[in-house]
């Protein structure tokens, strides 16, 4: 399928040198269009906002049903989202320890860009969100649940943004991979981005030592770099600290580094408790019969 040039406001900055020089005050992109989501349809609903700005329409049932595994699933990951975005010729790249700066800079570029936050202040939900556009200190969002105008400051864009360790989604169309190269510098490269995470993640667990999140943002970073047992002593202090529940349904990672450590225990006892709350989920399906397998159960 087709896919048509962007469509943004009048943006005038010249590129040097991989960054943006004299970038504008304001932008708002525009052919963002926006969906209120059925139950658990953020996901969705973030994919027909994606590809109607770059030029392609499903529907919220169409993409719900492409990315569900089944009616009623509870989560659909960013690497799901992103396989789906690809069945239409686009391409994604998922990256961690975004920030504002970040943000202005890949919307300046034409660029919308899909955060996975915290629903609101004191929630436990995840949810994505697309960024569209900014203003002095502030952001402009297509948000599923809260509405196609959702204006955040700076500061409660970050909050929000800490409960999934600053994730960020990025899709675009081939032609445009030079200015997603440019706007992410050294953050292209998946090593380096997740050096830039660890780097970012032991600043975080510096300022706030009894943020849970802080140290699963860490943990995350180590484990994909390598570092298998100071990971799962991480997740450890994350879970300590305390991690809700669902907590698990989004991301288990702790899993992962727990499996590889042999620390299969930990996982059963997480998983055998998650899936008392959520008993469809078939990420914590799969940690839980590893670690069964494991201990011979």
Same mark, same amino acid.
């Given at each position: ?100 700066? +970040? ?46 105008? +959702? ?27 030079? +200015? ?118």
């Amino acid at each position: 399928m087709s896919i048509r040039p962007l469509l943004t406001c009048s943006l005038a900055f010249a590129v040097l040198g991989g960054a943006a020089s004299g970038a504008p005050a304001s932008v708002t992109l525009k052919n963002i269009r926006h969906e209120y989501q059925g139950p658990d349809n953020c996901a969705p609903v973030t994919s027909l906002t994606l590809l109607g700005y770059y030029g392609t329409r499903v529907t919220q049932a169409q993409a719900a049903n492409a990315m569900k595994d089944f009616p009623g699933d509870p989560q659909v990951t960013s690497l799901e989202l992103a396989a789906y975005l690809g069945r239409f010729g686009l391409r994604s790249v998922i990256r961690y320890a975004g920030d504002a700066e +970040l943000l202005r800079e890949l919307v300046s570029r034409g660029l919308p860009v899909v955060v996975q936050q915290r629903l609101k202040a004191g929630s436990n939900v995840a949810h994505f969100r697309t960024v569209y556009g900014y203003s002095a200190g502030r952001f402009l969002v297509s948000d599923p649940l809260r509405g196609p105008s +959702l204006s955040l400051s700076t500061a409660e864009m970050q909050d929000l943004w800490n409960y999934y360790n600053g994730e960020y989604l990025v899709a675009y169309p081939p032609s445009k991979e030079g +200015l997603v190269r440019e706007a992410l510098g050294e953050d292209f490269d998946l090593t380096a981005n997740w050096q830039h995470a660890k780097l970012h993640g032991e600043q975080d667990v510096k300022a706030r030592p009894n943020d849970p999140y802080a140290w699963w943002g860490l943990a995350k970073a180590n484990l994909r770099l390598g570092n298998v047992k100071v990971a799962a002593g991480q997740f450890d202090r994350a879970v300590q600290i305390g991690v809700p529940t669902l907590y698990y349904l989004y991301r288990q990672e702790a899993f992962e580094a727990w499996t590889q450590a042999g620390e299969h225990e930990k996982t059963l006892a997480l998983t055998q408790r998650a899936l008392k709350a959520y008993p469809s989920s078939k990420e914590l399906q799969r940690f839980r019969n590893l670690a069964n397998d494991a201990l011979g159960g």
